[in-house]
């Protein structure tokens, strides 16, 4: 998974100020610290919601 978004067609390469990226996988907790960690660098907000 982590090659997939951060790849240079992943939506990291695209993470712009002010978006808002939403992930409603399962993941583990730690993976989506990383991303939350992320896009926060490209100054984008993240927001872990998986549907159970």
């Known amino acids: ?3 997939v978004v951060s790849g240079d067609s992943g939506p990291f390469a695209g993470a712009k100020p002010g978006q808002i990226y939403i992930d409603m996988s399962t993941q583990l907790p730690e993976t ?3 991303q939350a ?3 926060e660098k490209a100054g ?3 927001l872990d919601a998986p549907v159970h």
Do not use: R
Request: no cysteine.
């Open 32 to 34: 989506a610290i990383w």
């Open 37 to 39: 960690t992320e896009y």
């Open 1 to 3: 998974m982590k090659s």
């Open 44 to 46: 984008a907000s993240f």
